[in-house]
């Protein structure tokens, strides 16, 4: 029954998206930029980085399904009209809030049996540059982002689970047009190619990318999304799926990976507890949930905005709509020791421990008014990592690596359920590797390519047998800390950036008092405890010379950020997505 209402409903909804996109079409390259206004709900609203995912997610709601029903919906449908940031060959990281409790779910990959420290080391033994380790099945890590969702399901869902991957079905048999995002990137791309499969599905005979409007189609995958419907998480993780993408991994021509088919079979999706905590902020006390590590993103989010309170950032206001030079060195700053915390501390905590006992020590407040008093006028040199509680850490910090990838949704149904979740395949169109339809993960590359300093001391996040790579994704939930009301779900895609992302979209709506479309619009910013990023063309150059006569070096860059927020009202609900990407939010 759900099935035919559902293919009927999906029928007419396709149709007059593919009317109403023809005018226009929202630009997708890193300097796009398309204002947006936000979108009003009164009862339930969906977030997704893809106008076709979103009104997946909307259909779904709208026939009475839990946030987890269009969640599984919304991210079927990103697998395929997004291929380049998330999908079936990825993983995931999910909060959810049933208006009681909030539950982490955990669907990061892990590093196959036999892989170890030694896996992104060259035969010199020096790690090898990052896209060696990413092109081919080097990377590729055990996908769990298909059994989180079942997982997730079993426990939450209200429609049956094959009905939920009716919208992907359909779209995979019957075309979707290439966006122009996925269209800039496929003519950026310098690996894709070079994978026969992908070059044949992505690009036309003459090797040119399919351009924008082109309808796009995709049988195979809509086969396994059939397998997948009828038969769980165990269609691809078992059987000829499971055997077809070790086949790839395995036996790639130049960098093979380690993947097994125990890898696949033995994976298990894991609910841990969410790393929530306590924040006040314009008078008011707010409860901040996210997840807790192997991401690093709840962490390093709580680190500045609790070393920010202890500064005077507390009391500046936005000038002419901006954060100005004085707030954004002391918001950099700040940052450079949140991450040089991350980097000494966060990793798979199934094999390291948190320094102090607890995640919640990096947290602590006494901790974070002690780290913000290194906060001063002038730029400090690279920070280096705090100590919380007594016991000093073994291990040695990690080098920077490049993050990238993932895609972010948010949403709340009609009974009080939400979710934020936040899914990847790391480098844009992952490893390269397409298998029947989809394209594999290159998480692996989250690990540090290094196992150990030069003076032998491991690293937290170096690779391990079965272990989950650090992450930055930052899915977050914001409660009132009185009543327990649920007043956000939101983030973002973007790397090690992602951390930066979400912490503007609650700094923004918590201390500035914006809505969550106009935080979402603030010009990007932020540090990885090196340069001082900001995005290109949003400042004004008064800023930027403020900020270098403190020490900074200051750098413009494109920051393309994807956020996706959706806000409680006196109404009902308020939806934001990112100007500089294609999302769009859908509810009633």
């Not at 009080?416 to 590797?433: D, K, P, V, W, Y």
């Not at 700094?507 to 008092?513: E, M, R």
């Amino acid at each position: 029954m759900w099935l035919t209402v559902l293919l009927t409903a999906w029928a007419t909804a396709s149709t007059a998206q593919d009317e109403s996109q023809t005018a226009p079409l929202q630009p997708e390259e890193a300097s796009g930029y398309a204002e947006k206004s936000g979108w009003a709900a009164r009862h339930f609203a969906v977030a997704a980085a893809h106008p076709l995912a979103t009104d997946a997610g909307y259909l779904i709601l709208k026939a009475g399904g839990s946030a987890i029903d269009a969640a599984v919906a919304v991210q079927m449908v990103l697998g395929l009209v997004e291929p380049q940031s998330s999908g079936i060959g990825g993983g995931s990281f999910m909060l959810h809030h049933d208006g009681h409790i909030t539950e982490a779910f955990d669907g990061r990959e892990t590093a196959p049996a036999a892989a170890n420290g030694n896996l992104f080391l060259s035969a010199n033994g020096k790690p090898m540059s990052f896209f060696d380790g990413v092109v081919g099945g080097r990377a590729v890590g055990v996908p769990g982002t298909v059994r989180m969702l079942e997982d997730a399901h079993r426990l939450h869902g209200k429609l049956p689970w094959a009905a939920l991957f009716t919208p992907a079905i359909q779209l995979a048999e019957q075309g979707f047009k290439v966006s122009p995002r996925l269209h800039a990137l496929l003519v950026n791309d310098r690996y894709l190619k070079k994978d026969p499969i992908a070059a044949a599905y992505f690009y036309d005979a003459a090797g040119q990318p399919w351009p924008v409007g082109h309808l796009l189609k995709n049988p195979e995958l809509a086969s396994v999304f059939k397998r997948i419907a009828a038969e769980g998480s165990r269609a691809l993780m078992t059987g000829d799926i499971a055997q077809a993408i070790v086949d790839k991994v395995r036996q790639h021509p130049t960098n093979p990976g380690q993947l097994a088919l125990a890898d696949l079979a033995g994976y298990q999706a894991i609910q841990r507890q969410p790393l929530c905590h306590d924040y006040r902020a314009a008078a008011r006390d707010y409860r901040i949930c996210g997840m807790p590590p192997p991401s690093s993103g709840a962490v390093t989010v709580g680190q500045m905005l609790g070393m920010l309170s202890h500064t005077p950032a507390a009391a500046m206001p936005l000038i002419d709509g901006l954060p100005d030079a004085r707030w954004l060195h002391l918001y950099t700053e700040t940052s450079r020791l949140a991450f040089a915390d991350r980097d000494q501390y966060i990793a798979d905590p199934d094999f390291v421990q948190p320094p102090a006992g607890s995640w919640m020590s990096l947290l602590e407040p006494r901790y974070l008014a002690e780290r913000a008093k290194l906060v001063s006028p002038v730029r400090m040199t690279t920070a280096t990592a705090g100590t919380p509680g007594t016991v000093k850490t073994s291990y040695a910090p990690m080098p920077e690596q490049p993050e990238h990838g993932t895609s972010h949704i948010s949403i709340v149904d009609a009974n009080g359920n939400a979710l934020a979740m936040t899914s990847s395949i790391e480098n844009a169109f992952g490893s390269r590797q397409m298998v029947k339809g989809f394209l594999l993960n290159n998480e692996l590359t989250d690990f540090s390519f290094a196992p150990a300093d030069a003076q032998g001391q491991p690293i937290a996040n170096r690779v391990e047998p079965g272990k989950r790579p650090r992450s930055s994704m930052s899915p977050t939930l914001v409660f009132d800390s009185a009543t327990g009301q649920l007043l956000m779900s939101g983030g973002s895609p973007g790397g090690a950036l992602i951390i930066h992302y979400t912490a503007k979209l609650l700094y923004g709506t918590l201390n500035w008092a914006q809505d969550a479309q106009q935080a979402i619009n603030l010009p990007n910013f932020g540090s990885l405890n090196g340069i001082t990023l900001l995005e290109d063309h949003r400042f004004p150059a008064a800023t930027l010379e403020s900020l270098k006569r403190t020490g900074a070096q200051v750098r413009e860059v494109p920051m393309t950020s994807g956020l996706q927020a959706i806000q409680k009202t006196p109404s009902g609900w308020f939806g934001g997505a990112d100007p500089r990407r294609e999302g769009v939010v859908r509810g009633d």
